[in-house]
């Protein structure tokens, strides 16, 4: 069994180290979090061992799993990696791609694994669909939230975004050509709405928005692609594949038939995949542990995650040029 210590004990920190204690693959050693009262406080709600010092910590566990501030990323990663502990890091890797390449370079020079917390990966929609996805030509994608205050000191783009950046690079198997993208600031400093359409070399397009300031919650993508197309409700945990094939000669009676105008008849057909319910936090994490015991590669790699923070940084740069031109 694999020790574990949890860095941060925030919103999310605590669900990590809910799921983290009732893990078989992992035995939770504990936490700390740099809010000393915020720690005592936890640590007595539920038990968990708090750690006065990062060092500490460190000598007593075999991976460390970094859920702080995407400020500390980097620091965080870092004293972990020269220490040769494995570590999963919440999304987004870094404050930047130069600090997450670096993180990169210190997991391979000492040899230990990473994973990036893309938990959408790990959404059982996505799961239950991502095989039938193949070569899509369009994606839509929106990401609503309604507002909360936690999160708004970075873009909605490093915010929400991300995610479905991250997902549509792990579906489409092509570099992006160009990025065209707006972006709105209403209730933040930085932009709460923000839309991204992304064109990749192949020919895929792929139109991304994200709001965190939406009267109801939404996370969709559509993904088109030839003879099909999937539908994931990331939210409600949902899929959809609608598509067609060659029309049979004598058409069943609910049959569905649609004729183009040169005269090819094709069959819509509808399936919906069985979606296994899981928690996507604690599948990603007992992923990395598997991961680590089997010597293989994690599901998430930090290079991918570095690339899903390369992306959504460009779309920012996009921002920040619109806003230049006028």
Same mark, same amino acid.
């Given at each position: 069994?694999?020790?574990?210590?949890?860095?941060?004990?925030?919103?999310?920190?605590?669900?990590?180290?809910?799921?983290?204690?009732?893990?078989?693959?992992?035995?939770?050693?504990?936490?700390?979090?740099?809010?000393?009262?915020?720690?005592?406080?936890?640590?007595?709600?539920?038990?968990?061992?708090?750690?006065?010092?990062?060092?500490?910590?460190?000598?007593?566990?075999?991976?460390?799993?970094?859920?702080?501030?995407?400020?500390?990323?980097?620091?965080?990663?870092?004293?972990?990696?020269?220490?040769?502990?494995?570590?999963?890091?919440?999304?987004?890797?870094?404050?930047?791609?130069?600090?997450?390449?670096?993180?990169?370079?210190?997991?391979?020079?000492?040899?230990?694994?990473?994973?990036?917390?893309?938990?959408?990966?790990?959404?059982?929609?996505?799961?239950?669909?991502?095989?039938?996805?193949? /070569?899509?030509? #369009?994606? @839509?994608?929106?990401?609503? +939230?309604?507002?909360?205050?936690?999160?708004?000191?970075?873009? =909605?783009? &490093?915010?929400?975004?991300?995610?479905?950046?991250?997902?549509?690079?792990?579906?489409?198997?092509?570099?992006?050509?160009?990025?065209?993208?707006?972006?709105?600031?209403?209730?933040?400093?930085?932009?709460?709405?923000?839309?991204?359409?992304?064109?990749?070399?192949?020919?895929?397009?792929?139109?991304?928005?994200?709001?965190?300031?939406?009267?109801?919650?939404?996370?969709?993508?559509?993904?088109?692609?030839?003879?099909?197309?999937?539908?994931?409700?990331?939210?409600?945990?949902?899929?959809?594949?609608?598509?067609?094939?060659?029309?049979?000669?004598?058409?069943?009676?609910?049959?569905?038939?649609?004729?183009?105008?040169?005269?090819?008849?094709?069959?819509?057909?509808?399936?919906?995949?069985?979606?296994?319910?899981? /928690?996507?936090? #604690?599948? @990603?994490?007992?992923?990395? +542990?598997?991961?680590?015991?089997?010597?293989?590669?994690?599901? =998430?790699? &930090?290079?991918?995650?570095?690339?899903?923070?390369?992306?959504?940084?460009?779309?920012?740069?996009?921002?920040?040029?619109?806003?230049?031109?006028?």
């Amino acid at each position: 069994m694999l020790k574990i210590g949890v860095l941060g004990a925030g919103h999310l920190g605590k669900i990590h180290l809910r799921l983290l204690q009732e893990s078989d693959k992992f035995e939770l050693v504990g936490f700390y979090d740099e809010n000393q009262e915020n720690g005592e406080r936890v640590a007595k709600e539920f038990g968990y061992t708090q750690f006065r010092t990062i060092a500490s910590l460190l000598t007593a566990v075999d991976v460390i799993d970094i859920v702080t501030p995407t400020l500390s990323h980097y620091k965080c990663a870092k004293v972990a990696i020269k220490s040769g502990k494995h570590i999963f890091i919440e999304k987004p890797i870094s404050n930047s791609v130069e600090e997450a390449e670096e993180i990169i370079a210190l997991a391979k020079e000492y040899n230990v694994k990473g994973q990036v917390g893309h938990v959408e990966r790990f959404n059982p929609a996505f799961i239950a669909i991502k095989e039938t996805i193949a /070569n899509p030509m #369009f994606i @839509e994608s929106h990401r609503l +939230a309604e507002f909360n205050p936690r999160g708004t000191d970075v873009p =909605v783009v &490093l915010d929400l975004m991300i995610h479905d950046i991250d997902i549509i690079l792990s579906v489409v198997n092509s570099k992006v050509k160009e990025i065209h993208a707006s972006g709105i600031a209403v209730i933040s400093e930085t932009p709460d709405i923000a839309n991204a359409r992304i064109k990749f070399e192949n020919g895929c397009v792929a139109n991304l928005t994200a709001s965190r300031i939406s009267l109801k919650n939404m996370r969709k993508s559509r993904f088109f692609q030839k003879d099909a197309y999937i539908s994931v409700d990331f939210l409600e945990k949902k899929c959809e594949v609608v598509k067609m094939k060659e029309a049979p000669d004598v058409p069943g009676d609910f049959d569905m038939i649609l004729q183009n105008a040169e005269g090819v008849k094709k069959q819509i057909y509808f399936a919906n995949p069985d979606v296994e319910q899981n /928690n996507a936090i #604690f599948a @990603e994490l007992e992923s990395f +542990a598997d991961a680590i015991t089997t010597d293989q590669q994690t599901v =998430v790699t &930090l290079e991918q995650g570095t690339e899903a923070l390369r992306v959504a940084y460009q779309v920012i740069d996009c921002f920040e040029k619109n806003n230049t031109l006028q």
